[in-house]
């Protein structure tokens, strides 16, 4: 089991940043792919971004994108740390919603559907006024 903890959400005006951070523990010395995900209100759960395990297993590392937070959003994994962070900038009123992190066995694939994911945090809320 994994148990995964976001932070950093909040209310930001348009053009502004925020950093998420979800921190792993359990069986944190699994391999996994890290991803966050968001879903807005009366909308379907939607792919942000991950990035696959990076370490002694495996040395490549690969992160993955939605288009519409490409060049705005990035993703890094802290694997001594056991966290992942989600650094948003010139936020827009559409990335309104709960960010969800979750953690995913396919550990050097990147995947983009929610049911390809194990474990989820409780989601935090972000929100982009205009």
């Known amino acids: 089991q994994v148990q995964l903890v976001e932070s950093g959400g909040g209310l930001v005006q348009a053009g502004g940043s925020l950093r998420l951070s979800c921190v792993a523990s359990?069986?944190?010395?699994?391999?996994?792919?890290m991803g966050w995900f968001r879903q807005a209100p009366g909308k379907e759960r939607e792919f942000v971004t991950a990035?696959?395990?990076?370490?002694?297993?495996?040395?490549?590392?690969?992160?993955a994108y939605a288009d519409s937070v490409k060049g705005r959003f990035t993703i890094s994994r802290d694997n001594a740390k056991n966290t992942v962070d989600l650094q948003m900038n010139s936020l827009k009123p559409e990335d309104t919603a709960v960010y969800y992190c979750?953690?995913?066995?396919?550990?050097?694939?990147?995947?983009?559907?929610?049911?390809?994911?194990?474990?989820w945090g409780q989601g935090t809320q972000v929100t982009v006024s205009s």
């Open positions: 979750a953690a995913s066995g396919y550990w050097t694939v990147i995947r983009r559907d929610w049911t390809d994911y194990d474990y």
């Open positions: 359990g069986r944190t010395s699994n391999r996994y792919t």
């Open positions: 990035i696959t395990y990076s370490g002694y297993y495996y040395s490549g590392s690969s992160t």
